[in-house]
């Protein structure tokens, strides 16, 4: 089992930058895949990036290319999410999420360990 905590969410504005973290607790981080999703008010949870154990393989959602970075050091048991030129539809509550699947899946029902969320609102 592991447990996640996220943090380094808050209000920017446009065009600026947050680096998002997710702290890992339990045993093992490296064998998860971790990802991002993120959930805007009324609206479904969607994934924005996500890393393999080994941080070899990443993937992003077409709205993050270019403009997110995620990576992690497991020696820390963190995973971060860096998202620069923010516009204001990114705004929402970003959540990590852990699968012990082999592969980074977009779908949210195939992580199994959520964290609480942290919020990221951008401003116009």
């Known amino acids: 089992q592991v447990q996640l905590v996220e943090s380094g969410g808050g209000l920017v504005q446009a065009g600026g930058s947050l680096r998002l973290s997710c702290a890992a607790s339990g045993r093992t981080f490296s064998n998860y895949a971790i990802s991002w999703f993120r959930q805007a008010p009324g609206k479904e949870r969607e994934f924005v990036a996500g890393?393999?154990?080994?941080?070899?393989?990443?993937a992003y959602a077409d709205s993050a290319k270019g403009r997110c970075t995620i990576s992690r050091d497991n020696a820390k048991s963190t995973v971060y999410l860096q998202m620069n030129s923010l516009k204001p539809e990114d705004t929402a509550v970003y959540y990590c999420?852990?699968?012990?699947?082999?592969?980074?899946?977009?779908?949210?029902?195939?992580?199994?360990?959520w964290g609480q969320g942290t919020q990221v609102t951008v401003s116009s």
């Open positions: 999420a852990a699968t012990l699947r082999l592969y980074i899946s977009r779908s949210r029902l195939e992580y199994d360990y």
């Open positions: 890393i393999s154990g080994g941080g070899s393989v990443t």
